[in-house]
């Protein structure tokens, strides 16, 4: 007979004794059972101690965390948070060296417990940190320690950050500030300022003033890649935090101090492999630097701003040497609108028209300017190879232009916030300063292009478009290192290339509709299941390693998932470091039978979702959450490093459990393999060598004669 539900048998260690095998009843009071627990190792004082778990972090187990608890889970008897957090206090302010050095290291372990942290900062501990902080006499590793004990308890969100002084600021931006400082401290002081920026309007102001943008940069011309991202998240945490008005002035500086051609030669093309949170943070600034383009996009031209004006005449002028204009008003006027009209603008009268629509804004007129004079010889090709064509096969210049530069905004999400969690950065644009320009002119010389290789006419506009931004985002996604790269991805995918993909891509819908085929395929598709359904449980059983959610800062704390071999338990623990290859069942502390999952919920419906959806930047988070129901009213929730195993963990989980794999992946695996196995049957009946019919036997006459009466 199965033990009671809320029955659950631990093991539970002191230090000296045999363990104690216990029945945890879970409706009983913790402290009832410590009690019990210190009796049977005639301890006194139980209201002294407290149960932690004996493996992972060893946190503190409390009535609102008891419910974790699984069978055969061992634990340990410990003095209780708040004698802890006394006696940790009294050492770290003790005179001996030796002893302060190893409760400040005892402090910045115990520091991640949330139990332990409120205890701790209730005794006005983070005030004592910062005084130790303040005082300028701690170094080394007793410094170390001591920033990594008050980072991990502010990360609690116990305390505001605005309770920081300006004098605390001061001393951690002079440990950034310094030439030579040890690596530890240095990536302490460059999380905790990133925090400050992050969590506190007033603080922003603060360590703007205290820290210099070439400080930072210097920290990226080391060899260390956990400096440099630090590095490139305060710098990015000071981008997305400055006012408005004050984003395009630090981007100038920024300029200044050749930020861009730093990250290429320092970072990207260093020597160690992109790391996935060094790649998220170049991502981030990608982001950020694109959305100083937002303001542009968003601004509508004003027809009656002389200004503004002068920006179409010029490029009338370029293109068709507009000194030699007739003095006349009217000859003027009607040549100015036959101009506009080569020039491809929808409104040949007045063109100021066409750019009051945003996006793009004046986004799409400073394109085009940018193209004309930085890259004049490509822009009069273009305009006049078109002007002076009468087939109605002509590119109109402006109207691509325009729409173009909107499609641009719309593939790198131009005015968007970074999504948390996203790696998605393109080297090629820290090739150049003027980056987002220099691809606009790559793109539209595509489009002008594909408009000939199409044969397009006005007609057709829609259609180039839409070819034109599937040749892009396929280019995009192969990751160019270079603008050059891109040119040559984007050769390589002319017309009839994405014609040839787009018609591969659809052979398995399109080429196998014939009844016999069907039938064949619908014969296939269970035996084709089954192998991805193997597939994915196999990979459960490898097991995949998940990010702990929230966590900012780069002290990167993971943790790791997989099936038992048999399939009948998820076995799950934290990690120090991301692993390399699999992890052995013995370091997972944690598990879940498989008989106790309930269901499988995804995105908004998981529950540590609902807590996040109202932040804008988890978009991204939300597409790859998903958590497993398990009893009693329990949930293991998942953020996926990416969409892949996204699709692997939730088919895994639901073939585990009976049900229809219905992931993107899973569509297109069964499309593709079913689609090779058609293939390879159908090829094998081509095959097959059908053996000459021998020679007509002659017949004997037939002895009856039939008389057909057709009347």
């Not at 216990?22 to 627990?37: A, F, G, N, T, Y």
């Not at 529950?607 to 939300?622: D, F, I, R, Y």
């Not at 329990?634 to 699709?647: D, H, I, M, R, S």
Request: net charge negative; charged share 25%; hydrophobic share 40%.
């Amino acid at each position: 007979m199965p033990p009671p539900a809320d029955i659950v048998k631990v093991a539970i260690e002191w230090p000296g004794a045999n363990a104690q095998l216990i029945e945890m009843d879970q409706k009983r009071p913790l402290s009832s059972i410590i009690r019990e627990v210190c009796d049977g190792w005639s301890l006194s004082g139980s209201e002294q101690f407290a149960l932690r778990y004996a493996d992972g972090p060893q946190l503190y187990i409390t009535e609102q965390s008891r419910g974790d608890i699984k069978n055969g889970t061992i634990l340990r008897l410990a003095i209780s948070p708040a004698r802890a957090a006394r006696q940790l206090l009294e050492r770290i302010q003790s005179h001996g060296i030796d002893a302060r050095l190893e409760a400040l290291k005892e402090l910045a372990k115990l520091s991640a417990d949330p139990t332990f942290a409120t205890e701790f900062i209730n005794m006005e501990g983070i005030g004592t940190l910062a005084r130790l902080v303040e005082s300028g006499t701690h170094f080394g590793e007793m410094l170390a320690f001591t920033l990594t004990a008050f980072l991990e308890l502010m990360d609690h969100g116990i305390v505001s950050w605005d309770l920081i002084s300006l004098s605390f600021i001061k001393q951690i931006a002079g440990y950034v500030n310094q030439p030579m400082v040890d690596v530890s401290i240095l990536q302490r002081s460059l999380a905790i300022l990133e925090s400050m920026v992050l969590n506190s309007h007033s603080l922003y102001h603060r360590v703007a003033q205290e820290i210099t943008v070439g400080q930072l940069i210097g920290h990226l011309q080391v060899s260390n890649q956990e400096i440099q991202t630090y590095a490139i998240a305060l710098i990015n945490a000071l981008f997305l935090k400055a006012p408005e008005d004050r984003r395009q002035e630090m981007a100038s500086t920024l300029a200044q101090k050749h930020l861009r051609s730093i990250i290429l030669n320092h970072v990207i093309r260093g020597n160690r492999p992109i790391k996935a949170e060094m790649a998220h943070q170049l991502y981030v600034l990608q982001v950020l630097t694109f959305n100083l383009l937002e303001e542009r996009m968003m601004t509508k031209m004003d027809p009656n701003d002389q200004a503004q004006r002068d920006i179409i005449f010029e490029l009338r002028r370029i293109a068709f040497d507009g000194e030699n204009d007739p003095t006349g008003t009217e000859k003027r006027k009607a040549m100015y609108t036959k101009d506009y009209k080569m020039l491809g603008f929808t409104n040949h009268v007045n063109p100021a028209m066409d750019f009051t629509q945003t996006p793009p804004g004046m986004l799409a007129l400073d394109n085009m300017l940018y193209l004309a004079k930085v890259h004049q010889d490509t822009y009069i090709r273009i305009v006049l190879e078109n002007s002076s064509r009468e087939d109605k096969h002509e590119c109109p210049f402006g109207r691509c232009a325009i729409e173009l530069t909107r499609m641009l905004c719309e593939i790198l999400q131009v005015g968007e916030l970074p999504n948390e969690g996203c790696n998605d950065y393109h080297p090629m644009f820290f090739t150049h300063d003027r980056a987002w320009e220099e691809f606009f002119c790559v793109c539209i010389q595509l489009l002008n292009k594909t408009w000939k290789e199409m044969r397009a006419t006005a007609e057709d506009f829609n259609k180039v478009m839409q070819v034109v931004r599937e040749q892009i985002t396929r280019a995009l996604a192969m990751k160019p290192s270079s603008l050059d790269q891109l040119k040559n991805k984007l050769r390589g995918l002319n017309y009839s290339e994405i014609l040839r993909l787009r018609q591969s891509e659809r052979m398995s819908q399109d080429d196998f509709q014939s009844p016999p085929i069907i039938e064949l395929r619908e014969r296939i598709q269970p035996e084709i299941l089954e192998l991805i359904k193997q597939q994915r449980l196999n990979r459960l059983c490898e097991g995949s390693c998940f990010r702990k959610l929230g966590n900012r800062r780069r002290q990167e704390k993971f943790w790791f998932c997989r099936l038992s071999l048999n399939h009948k338990v998820l076995h799950y623990g934290d990690l120090d470091e991301s692993p390399q290859g699999e992890v052995p069942f013995e370091l997972l502390s944690d598990k879940i039978p498989v008989s106790d999952i309930k269901s499988v919920v995804t995105g908004k419906d998981c529950p540590h979702m609902k807590e996040k959806s109202a932040l804008k930047q988890n978009k991204e988070v939300l597409e790859l959450a998903f958590s497993v129901l398990y009893d009693p009213d329990e949930t293991l929730n998942f953020v996926a490093p990416n969409k892949y195993e996204y699709c692997i963990w939730t088919d895994g989980l639901c073939a585990l459990l009976g049900r229809e794999m219905g992931s993107d992946l899973t569509r297109s695996d069964l499309d593709t393999l079913i689609s090779m196995e058609m293939k390879l049957r159908l090829l094998d009946l081509e095959n097959i060598t059908i053996p000459e019919a021998p020679p007509p036997v002659p017949k004997e006459p037939s002895s009856y004669n039939f008389t057909y009466n057709y009347s």
